[in-house]
């Protein structure tokens, strides 16, 4: 990741904090964008500027970053309500349609998004697309047996899918459910995002895909300008 990258990514994180009240349940999104504002909020909860916080995890990752912070956390079944999710993304088009899952944490994202009265996403200037898809592939989150089902299904969809392997090929990424991720490429990009993401998820072995339609609230941008960061 470039270091005008991180800075746009530190910015929006900290924008997105300014949102947070005290007294708050407060989804705590996953990978780097994410990590940065949990780090804010543990900051500002540490100087006193907020109390009363409690944090709804996506991933395993966040769970232990929250808690290193001094985060109160509660599950999903422990929690009445979340007044405010606040998470990355991966690719994200004019509808606020998204791509999510690059971190395969995207089962536990979208049900904390979906809780959430208000959903917020922070990206950097990089992850806006006009068409889902074109760039980065859309994750689908598989049960181990069906890997090979799945993918033959995706196909008949129109799907190129691949088996996400971790680093260096060790073997497959499963996450955190324990689970298999399939990364799928759509020829000419995913033109009926809300159409794809119930056919996908009608497939017998799909826990879920990272397609996330018509649950957004805002979209909160990091760029640069001149060479300062900024948010828009
Ligand atoms: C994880 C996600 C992340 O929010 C997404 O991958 C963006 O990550 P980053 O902020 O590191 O670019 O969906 O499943």
Redesign the pocket.
């Known amino acids: 990741?470039s270091d005008l990258q991180d800075r746009m990514?530190q910015a929006v994180a900290e924008a997105a904090t300014e949102q947070i009240r005290s007294g708050m349940v407060v989804g705590l999104?996953?990978?780097?964008?994410?990590?940065?504002m949990i780090q804010a909020l543990g900051a500002k909860l540490k100087r006193g500027e907020l109390t009363d916080i409690t944090g709804v995890t996506?991933?395993f990752q966040g769970e232990v970053l929250a808690a290193e912070l001094g985060i109160p956390l509660k599950s999903l079944n422990a929690i009445e309500r979340i007044d405010l999710a606040i998470?990355?993304?991966?690719e994200v088009d004019p509808a606020f349609q998204?791509?999510?899952?690059?971190?395969?944490?995207?089962v536990q994202?979208k049900l904390v998004a979906r809780r959430a009265e208000r959903f917020v996403v922070?990206?950097?200037a990089t992850?806006l697309v006009d068409t889902l898809n074109l760039g980065f592939l859309l994750?689908v989150e598989v049960l181990p047996g069906a890997w090979r089902q799945v993918q033959a299904e995706l196909q008949a969809l129109g799907g190129e899918a691949q088996l996400r392997m971790a680093v260096r090929k060790a073997g497959p990424v499963v996450t955190d459910q324990g689970n298999l991720v399939l990364d799928v490429r759509f020829a000419g990009g995913i033109t009926d995002p809300a159409g794809l993401e119930q056919e996908i998820n009608n497939l017998p072995g799909v826990l879920e895909n990272?397609l996330f339609v018509g649950i957004t609230d805002q979209v909160l941008v990091g760029e640069i300008a001149g060479d300062q960061p900024r948010v828009r």
């Open positions: 990741m990514k999104g996953s990978g780097s964008t994410a990590a940065l996506t991933s998470d990355g993304a991966d998204l791509i999510k899952g690059g971190g395969a944490c995207h994202e922070v990206v950097d992850k994750p990272g």
